[in-house]
């Protein structure tokens, strides 16, 4: 996979070279280019915006060294063979980066990250290369930072662990929260490891049986019991054909009801039925 990245905070991009992503850039499994926006600034100030039409606070990042930028970054990726571009624009007023789309984008062979700064990237900079490639404008949250490339970060660690052969054991991820399947819309359990005792607390019996069934039945109960206590929206919106029986008896004894078309909905607690 090829990634782009176009900033004017390149050094903030540092930790690419560190963890999964920098061992997977080592191995040749992420070709990583950082581009310097104001390399592309065509006066003695390097200015990448300007005010904003129609007043108001802030400024907005300018059009001419976003294309220039874009282009030349698009031109460097085809001569180097990489092709099916997809850009990648992080802003709060995206869709929401969900583990499913972190799988989508692991599919793609080449990203091009647009972090912007200030009030954002002129409108018509996303219009127009979005006739050229698909364009995902994404949010990882519902709060606003003071640039996008922490968001980069975050995307590109969901993103590059999905990729064959970064982590060193291909099935790592087949249980994290999200991941579609079994764990769609669940968020992990409690995990342990030695000693089997510390300060006093020991660990589930249950995960020293040996039985490999009773313990898969217990990491999705305790799945079922985080979701329920931390995001009770996720279970809210489940498949129900996704349960089995012993999936709505934990959902029953966690204070959850059935209604007509299968989807559960949380019982109002201390209230008599």
């Known amino acids: 996979m090829r990634l782009d990245v176009v900033t004017i905070f390149p050094e903030y991009l540092e930790p690419l070279n560190v963890s999964l992503v920098g061992k997977a850039r080592a191995r040749g499994q992420l070709d990583v280019h950082v581009h310097d926006l104001r390399e592309w600034t065509y006066d003695r100030h390097n200015t990448v915006d300007d005010t904003p039409y129609g007043g108001g606070p802030g400024m907005v990042m300018k059009t001419e060294p976003w294309g220039a930028c874009l282009d030349d970054a698009l031109a460097d990726g085809y001569e180097a063979g990489a092709h099916g571009p997809v850009m990648v624009v992080p802003t709060p007023s995206g869709r929401p980066f969900t583990q499913e789309l972190a799988v989508e984008l692991s599919t793609k062979p080449w990203l091009i990250f647009t972090p912007a700064r200030y009030e954002g990237i002129d409108r018509r900079v996303m219009d127009e290369y979005a006739t050229r490639m698909p364009v995902y404008e994404v949010s990882i949250g519902d709060y606003v930072l003071a640039g996008g490339e922490a968001a ?122």
């Open 152 to 273: 980069v970060l975050v995307i590109t660690e969901a993103v590059a662990r999905l990729l064959p052969g970064v982590l060193g054991n291909a099935e790592s991820h087949r249980d994290d929260s999200f991941a579609p399947g079994a764990m769609a819309n669940l968020l992990e359990g409690p995990v342990y490891t030695k000693p089997p005792e510390w300060r006093g607390r020991g660990i589930p019996d249950v995960l020293l049986s040996g039985h490999h069934g009773k313990i898969a039945r217990w990491r999705r109960d305790e799945a079922f019991r985080r979701t329920a206590e931390h995001r009770p929206d996720l279970i809210e919106r489940c498949d129900p054909a996704a349960f089995d029986k012993k999936d709505r008896e934990t959902l029953s004894i966690l204070g959850w009801a059935p209604e007509p078309d299968g989807r559960f909905w949380r019982r109002p607690q201390n209230v008599e039925e």
